[in-house]
């Protein structure tokens, strides 16, 4: 075996006859470095070359093995090199506190060849598949999180799809979808700080309901264009008709779902299930007369609470076919006074507490149809 392929061994012991006995009966098959205190050891450790094992005298001045192995493992670089006590000593305490400190093996003096080999050879193998446990776990998490990527992405570019394709047979604007995003990001975030909110408005489902959120008026591809395209109020049957396209668009997502046979084993659909949820009820109200269904308070999902604030906020701001933009400061006060009639309480409270930050969000990504003054 070439020099330059052999495991390195370090040898700590502050008797020199002992460092010679081990390294004449390792020296043939690695390569053997040493060192006569605990001091020295950890000195060496930080500036040479990699160690694969150190055989660890227990018994030494100033720094006795026990406390040279806290220090080992105290330290990432160094913390996962296997180290075999060799001692005098001869206690089963003595050994059991030794294992206890991690160490892997423990020998006894004097040194018999054979086994110091033995127990050497052992370990290494041990290590070695340890290692490439740890590369194999690695390269699996990598192919793991790209596959996740790859998924979220794809995800992600058929949610655009689908938005663009609502967004063709809408008077809403690009600009609509970005900034709704941006209010219930920032509402969202802020209703996690409250205790009641926290463990369902974790990160990551905050991120499916950001994402989710251009799917909210998916179902008007299916409204008829002289109602969906009329350029002024509809009647009030024109109205029932626009009505369907909340239970229309989420429909057309639960088919999705419908179609996979254990939903369970694909976590990543919990996505559509929040687009279902904003879909359908984002046109409910807090006091009951919403639609399509009429839920009221917090039997309405809050994903769709949070978008039907975002979607009535910026649809007062923006100018429509309908209407001239309100003012910033008259639509938030239209917002105020909605409180626990058609919106949520504390949804609304997040708003006032916010609404410097929604301006900017606004503003951000603004079109000709903002009004600020």
């Known amino acids: 075996m070439a020099l330059a392929d052999k495991k390195t061994i370090l040898i700590v012991d502050d008797q020199a006859s002992n460092i010679s006995v081990m390294g004449d009966v390792l020296s043939p098959y690695y390569k053997v470095r040493a060192a006569n205190s605990g001091k020295r050891a950890l000195s060496n450790l930080q500036k040479a070359q990699a160690v694969?094992?150190?055989?660890?005298?227990?018994?030494?001045?100033?720094?006795?093995g026990?406390?040279?192995?806290?220090?080992?493992?105290?330290?990432?670089?160094?913390?996962?090199?296997?180290?075999?006590?060799?001692?005098?000593?001869?206690?089963?305490?003595?050994?059991?506190?030794?294992?206890e400190l991690g160490a892997v093996d423990y020998m006894t003096k004097p040194i018999?060849?054979?086994?110091?080999?033995?127990?050497?050879?052992?370990?290494?193998?041990?290590?070695?598949?340890?290692?490439?446990?740890?590369?194999?776990?690695?390269?699996?998490?990598?192919?793991?999180?790209?596959?996740?990527?790859?998924?979220n992405l794809i995800r992600d570019i058929g949610m655009k799809a689908l938005s663009?394709?609502?967004?063709?047979?809408?008077?809403?604007?690009?600009?609509?979808?970005?900034?709704?995003?941006?209010?219930?990001?920032?509402?969202?975030?802020?209703?996690?700080?409250?205790?009641?909110?926290?463990?369902?408005?974790?990160?990551?489902?905050?991120?499916?309901?950001?994402?989710?959120?251009?799917?909210?008026?998916?179902?008007?591809?299916?409204?008829?264009?002289?109602?969906?395209l009329k350029p002024g109020k509809l009647t009030i049957e024109e109205f029932e008709v626009m009505k369907q396209h909340a239970k229309l668009g989420a429909d057309a997502l639960r088919s999705c779902i419908d179609d996979v046979e254990s939903v369970e084993e694909h976590k990543e659909l919990e996505f559509l299930n929040v687009a279902i949820e904003i879909s359908q009820h984002h046109h409910?109200?807090?006091?009951?007369?919403?639609?399509?269904?009429?839920?009221?308070g917090e039997s309405i999902p809050l994903p769709a609470r949070l978008m039907a604030l975002a979607d009535v906020f910026d649809a007062l701001i923006s100018r429509r076919v309908y209407k001239a933009p309100f003012s910033f400061e008259d639509s938030v006060h239209i917002i105020i006074q909605g409180s626990?009639?058609?919106?949520?309480?504390?949804?609304?409270?997040?708003?006032?507490?916010?609404?410097?930050?929604?301006?900017e969000i606004s503003k951000r990504y603004a079109e000709t149809d903002i009004a600020y003054d």
């Open 112 to 151: 018999r060849p054979a086994i110091l080999l033995a127990r050497v050879r052992t370990q290494l193998a041990l290590k070695d598949a340890k290692d490439r446990l740890i590369y194999q776990n690695n390269n699996l998490e990598a192919e793991v999180q790209r596959r996740i990527a790859e998924s």
């Open 340 to 359: 626990g009639g058609h919106f949520d309480p504390q949804i609304v409270e997040v708003f006032k507490l916010k609404q410097l930050d929604l301006l």
């Open 164 to 228: 663009s394709l609502a967004k063709t047979r809408d008077n809403e604007t690009g600009g609509h979808i970005l900034r709704t995003q941006g209010y219930i990001d920032l509402l969202a975030r802020e209703l996690a700080l409250k205790p009641d909110n926290a463990a369902y408005l974790s990160d990551k489902k905050i991120d499916y309901i950001v994402k989710a959120a251009p799917l909210h008026d998916i179902g008007k591809v299916g409204i008829p264009d002289a109602i969906l």
């Open 52 to 64: 694969d094992l150190i055989l660890l005298d227990v018994m030494m001045p100033d720094m006795d």
């Open 284 to 296: 409910e109200k807090w006091d009951g007369s919403g639609y399509p269904d009429g839920l009221s």
């Open 66 to 99: 026990y406390a040279v192995l806290n220090e080992l493992r105290n330290n990432v670089e160094t913390r996962n090199i296997p180290v075999i006590f060799v001692t005098a000593m001869d206690e089963t305490d003595d050994e059991e506190y030794g294992l």
